[in-house]
């Protein structure tokens, strides 16, 4: 079982829907990271998170502490938002924290 | 501020041949990681430098992989020899301690043919 786990796997919206990926993860952490991948390999960082909400543009991360779990939420989406968007997290490894990725979710959104 | 800068941004080469990849982190980041990015999956740490010291090198397979900061800025990872199963994409990060500013480059993809 990876220490950091995405739901779901694949995801495929419609133009304009609203789009929630989950991340949840099995350890203390010291903060949560939202990566967003185009294919070609280069990663963004969308959000660094270590407690609340944060927002940019339609672009909406949450983080719950104590359920041990994150979502990412994109409002409105649009064809561009398509990509594989990670959720890593600093897990604690007894005298550190080390940023493990979960495996990503595959968004396609159709036009 | 140009971020993270990799290169080559793609590189084929045949088995057996070594290859190297270059990766100039965001300016004041004494932190710097290699990352192996297998299809499919998410990245794996393969050494996290702390200025020009090697922290964290337990996942670099040491028989062929190779990597140096020598002056705590730039960075060069070195495969030698490069096997089939080597091809992925190598993502270098870079961030202040404590992973504040955690910023990725545009990664480099390997194949290996």
């Known amino acids: 079982k990876n220490e950091v786990e995405q739901s779901p796997q694949n995801l495929t919206a419609q133009e304009g829907e609203f789009i929630t990926i989950n991340c949840s993860y099995s350890v203390g952490i010291s903060a949560l990271h939202w990566l967003q991948q185009h294919p070609g390999g280069g990663i963004v960082s969308l959000f660094m998170?270590?407690?609340g909400k944060k927002k940019h543009g339609r672009l909406i991360a949450t983080i719950n502490i104590q359920e041990k779990h994150s979502s990412l939420h994109i409002t409105a989406s649009h064809p561009r938002d398509s990509a594989v968007y990670i959720c890593?997290?600093?897990?604690?490894?007894?005298?550190?924290?080390?940023?493990?990725f979960g495996k990503g979710t595959l968004l396609t959104v159709n036009p | 501020e140009a971020g993270v800068v990799q290169s080559p941004r793609y590189k084929i080469i045949e088995k057996k041949q070594p290859v190297a990849f270059w990766c100039n982190p965001i300016?004041?980041?004494?932190?710097l990681y290699w990352y192996r990015q297998n299809l499919g999956q998410g990245p794996e740490l393969l050494i996290r430098y702390e200025n020009e010291e090697a922290v964290d090198d337990s996942q670099l397979p040491k028989d062929r992989f190779s990597a140096e900061r020598l002056k705590g800025v730039d960075s060069t990872l070195k495969i030698q020899p490069a096997e089939l199963g080597d091809s992925a994409v190598y993502l270098c990060?870079?961030?202040?301690?404590?992973?504040?500013?955690?910023?990725f480059g545009s990664g480099t993809r390997l194949t290996v043919v």
């Open positions: 300016s004041g980041h004494n932190t």
């Open positions: 890593a997290a600093f897990l604690w490894r007894g005298s550190n924290y080390k940023l493990t």
């Open positions: 998170l270590s407690s």
């Open positions: 990060a870079s961030s202040f301690p404590g992973g504040i500013d955690y910023t």
